[in-house]
């Protein structure tokens, strides 16, 4: 088994396991974890992909991994943000029925 | 045709001037400086939209310039980005500018509540921007990577739109919606790695001259429908989108269930006919047309059912998202245009819906928001006598669920005749019944709310609590929405404008 | 799947049922399997985009092939990211009022253009922390201006140094001396620097080159590092207002939702005005008050 091998049953293996945790995760902030290990599933694939044995890695998969980061630093701000939201709401209304 | 003036600067220009529009709004302090550049900034890239389309129209009878192409910052595709337009792009860039224009009218009076202290318009207007910004530049790319980053804007910007009123129900749609975009983009993001690995390539035009029916490359194929469908709401994937639509602001329903989805549907419909064609299997061309025909009936089915206006408005939706994906049987006969641009009679009909549909449901939406603020609720039951209060908005939700139902002279007619057709001649006559069954279970619903809102009630008998209006409605509110219902009814008069379009572009 | 969203630690009474669970296993299990067969068995093919990038790498302004594919040669990606950090920025900001002399949304303050940063002096602060920032802020400030200037270089750049500014801002934040309003308008202005520098940048070229973000040879290097340390300041406040408003959310008052149907005057939250037990990290938030 090669090292690309192993590499890439790892990547595949977090996507799968994400992808599980997001349809099957009961709390809302597993789920939320769950989509964040895709994604570090999916940044391992292109990192994998970018070995290069003549010359330095290659740096398009390198750049589309910092953008993809980016993006998922944007998307799980956003949920915890309507999370929290959710959570402040529930509290309150929970508060005023007593 | 070289001779004629270069305007290709209008690709970045559509681009720019929304990012620009959002900027400023969120700089500005006062809410009516917000919406009067917005104003202004729809207004513009309509004419730029409008400028660009008779260009290409003018410039597309040219063997060589079968669509235009820009390269961004010099370098061209691999090593850069490459914008590029075709005549089915063209089209959805022009809805979208007329849709912007006049949605954007309409929310500058939406969102000026008269008992709230609240300025909503502080987050509206900037997010508006950037979700047109991004709908701009996912027809314009044509870079794979670059449509990931693209789909993030629009599905993010989209969801903090739907959770603008900080109501827990709005809230919970917007967190289910993000949840399913994320998944989607990234499953898009997962086969974008496999199509780098297997080709080496992320430019749309490279990969379709190189792609070849390899197991890389039906995965990733089958990767970026899972996610794309998702991002369309088809059924059985549709679980997010009544509760999504159903909740936001009347404005941003309108362009969610006018355009977003669409958006999801044009990288489906780039990617399985044109970019990645040979991967495209007959038995996966014909699973997307059963899994439409399913939509159609259980999307029509859930709007019989549901108790609220928005609600059945946004099932609707989900039914008539289904006939959008008959596009992919039948464009099966035509097995030599398939990989040579999205062209043939099929996307030029499937185009006209995509028109036809996005003006209808948003005039339906409008209309029901209108409803919605003069009355302060939406449910169906207990909007008996509506006719006496609201005549215009009657009109609007009439002669846009006539489009829905596919009744003359409206677009929706036209659209589903010309359906039809292409089915007939592909000798797919399966596909002909199920389009008629749909416009007949569209006339259902449509015709239930009718009927309520036109059944005066009867003065004496008080046995409904009175339905009085409790504010009252800008009468340009009640326009726009009429504008877009006319428009239904123009462009069914007017169909050589939209198919013409749709065949430039085309591989001779 | 996705009903309404479970926050209770311990409730498994929304789960799947188990049947349902174990067939979605097998399902992603057999789909995996097959997607990792299908990966290891075909050839990873060596891209010409390498060393294209080498290539025209002397060409870009930058030594380093990474900050030249961002910030040069795919720098519309990296434009629209910022676009999108922007638009989760836009999403997170506190509400406005009409009425803008009050904005009670703001911790301690009362001004909607107050200021970006201020000093309290709030009882629960941490003196060691306090004391030690005193020496560690103005480290991590230079190391974030190294980081921003190597990364023409070596590993570095905009993004890199804008988390390291933004770790700056929230350890300000958790001495408790430091509290920052982001309805300022200099908050907005950071806020959306970057982007404008990068929309000017743009469109500046575009009148030399005649293509937009096409820089010209000689101009490439300086033109990246103005767009990179516009970027970082961007950055750095979008990633604190993030860590702000998530931090301080908990102990918001609900009162400022109003639905269609109810105007905002129904739901005043006179008689709540305690939140939760105040997490040690959050003293210096709770100082805001509850609208009343």
């Not at chain 2, 910052?73 to 849709?99: K, S, Y």
């Not at chain 2, 789909?151 to 993010?156: N, W």
């Not at chain 2, 046995?463 to 009252?472: C, V």
């Not at chain 3, 961002?70 to 999403?91: C, K, M, P, Q, W």
Request: hydrophobic content about 55%; charged content about 10%; proline content about 4%.
């Amino acid at each position: 088994m090669t090292q690309d091998s192993l590499y890439i049953i790892a990547s595949v293996g977090l996507f799968g396991i994400g992808l599980y945790g997001v349809i099957a995760a009961p709390h809302i902030l597993r789920k939320i974890l769950a989509i964040n290990i895709m994604s570090v599933g999916v940044f391992m694939l292109l990192v994998t992909s970018a070995k290069n044995v003549n010359s330095t890695p290659d740096p398009v998969l390198h750049a589309m991994v910092l953008t993809g980061i980016v993006v998922a630093i944007a998307g799980t701000a956003l949920a915890l943000f309507l999370a929290g939201k959710i959570h402040a709401l529930s509290e309150a209304s929970d508060e005023d029925s007593h | 045709m070289d001779s004629l003036l270069n305007l290709d600067i209008l690709l970045p220009t559509l681009v720019g001037l929304p990012l620009i529009a959002a900027i400023l709004t969120t700089l500005l302090k006062s809410h009516g400086l917000r919406a009067s550049i917005s104003i202004a900034m729809a207004l513009t890239q309509f004419m730029i939209a409008a400028a660009l389309l008779s260009w290409l129209s003018g410039s597309g009878t040219s063997l060589e310039t079968q669509y235009q192409r820009y390269s961004l910052a010099g370098w061209g595709a691999p090593l850069g980005i490459d914008l590029a337009i075709d005549g089915f792009a063209a089209l959805m860039l022009m809805l979208t500018a007329a849709l912007t224009l006049v949605l954007t009218v309409y929310s500058r009076y939406y969102f000026f509540e008269p008992h709230s202290r609240l300025d909503k318009t502080a987050r509206f207007w900037p997010l508006w921007w950037l979700l047109i910004m991004g709908i701009n530049a996912l027809f314009l790319s044509g870079d794979i990577f670059n449509i990931y980053v693209t789909l993030e804007i629009i599905g993010l910007a989209a969801v903090s739109l739907v959770a603008l009123d900080g109501s827990r129900a709005a809230l919970t749609a917007a967190l289910r919606y993000l949840l399913v975009g994320l998944l989607g983009s990234l499953c898009y993001l997962l086969a974008v790695a496999l199509l780098y690995r297997a080709y080496g390539t992320l430019d749309l035009a490279q990969l379709s001259a190189v792609a070849e029916p390899t197991a890389i490359t039906w995965a990733a194929l089958v990767l970026i429908t899972t996610g794309l469908l998702l991002k369309t709401a088809l059924v059985p994937l549709h679980f997010w989108l009544p509760l999504a639509h159903g909740s936001a602001p009347a404005p941003v329903s309108a362009i969610l269930s006018a355009l977003v989805v669409k958006t999801s549907f044009y990288l489906l419909a780039r990617l399985w006919l044109d970019t990645l064609a040979p991967a495209a299997t007959d038995s996966g061309l014909l699973m997307l047309g059963i899994l439409g025909a399913a939509a159609i009936c259980w999307g029509s089915i859930q709007a019989l059912r549901a108790t609220r206006l928005k609600l059945m408005v946004a099932y609707s939706t989900v039914a008539q998202l289904g006939y959008l994906f008959l596009l992919f049987p039948l464009a099966l006969p035509d097995e030599d245009a398939r990989g040579a641009g999205l062209s043939g009679p099929a996307v030029s009909a499937i185009g006209y819906f995509i028109v036809a549909h996005a003006c209808a449901k948003a005039a339906m939406f409008l209309a029901a928001g209108n409803i919605m603020r003069t009355f302060g609720h939406d449910e169906i039951a207990r909007l008996r006598g509506l006719a006496k209060y609201m005549p215009l908005s009657l009109l609007t939700f009439a002669i846009a669920g006539a489009s829905l139902i596919g009744l003359p002279p409206s677009a929706g007619f036209l659209s589903k005749w010309l359906l039809l057709n292409v089915a007939i001649d592909a000798a797919q006559w399966w596909w002909a019944i199920i389009i008629l069954m749909g416009g007949l279970m569209a006339a259902m619903y449509v015709f239930r709310v009718l009927n309520i809102a036109f059944t005066s009630v009867d003065e004496e008998a008080q046995t409904e609590p009175k339905n009085l209006p409790i504010n009252k409605l800008p009468t340009i509110m009640s326009l726009c929405a009429f504008l877009l219902a006319m428009l239904t009814v123009v462009l069914g008069f007017n169909a050589e404008l939209i198919l013409d379009l749709v065949t430039v572009g085309d591989d001779v | 799947m996705f009903q309404t969203p479970d926050f209770k630690n311990n409730s498994y009474e929304n789960e799947l049922p188990f049947a349902t669970r174990v067939l979605c296993a097998i399902v992603i299990g057999a789909l995996g399997f097959g997607l990792i067969a299908a990966l290891i068995l075909t050839e990873n093919i060596s891209s010409s985009l390498p060393a294209l990038v080498q290539q025209k790498l002397t060409q870009s302004g930058v030594q380093n092939p990474v900050t030249a594919v961002l910030l040069n040669f795919r720098s519309y990606d990296t434009l629209l990211e910022i676009g999108v950090l922007l638009t989760v920025a836009v999403a997170m900001l506190p509400n406005a009022n009409f009425n803008s002399d009050i904005n009670p949304d703001m911790p301690g303050g009362n001004r909607s253009s107050g200021r970006l940063v201020s000093v309290v002096n709030s009882a629960a602060g941490n003196p060691p922390l306090e004391a030690f920032l005193r020496w560690l802020i103005p480290m991590i400030i230079v190391m974030a201006g190294y980081m921003l200037w190597t990364g023409t270089a070596l590993p570095g750049g905009a993004f890199q140094s804008g988390a390291l500014l933004a770790g700056a801002g929230v350890l300000a934040q958790l001495s408790g001396r430091i509290q920052f309003c982001f309805t300022s308008t200099t908050a907005k202005l950071l806020l959306t620097i970057g982007l404008i520098t990068f929309v000017m940048v743009a469109i500046g070229v575009a009148t030399t080159t005649g293509v937009v973000l096409q820089y010209p040879l000689e101009l490439a290097a300086p033109l990246i590092l103005l767009v990179e340390s516009a970027a970082t300041l961007s950055i750095a406040a979008i990633l604190l207002l993030s860590y702000n408003t998530l931090a301080t959310q908990v102990f918001e008052s609900p009162s400022e939702h109003s639905t269609f149907e109810h105007s905002a005057f129904d739901k005043q939250p006179s008689d709540v005005t305690e939140t939760s037990a105040p997490n040690e990290t959050l003293q210096s938030q709770t100082a805001e008050d509850p609208k009343s």
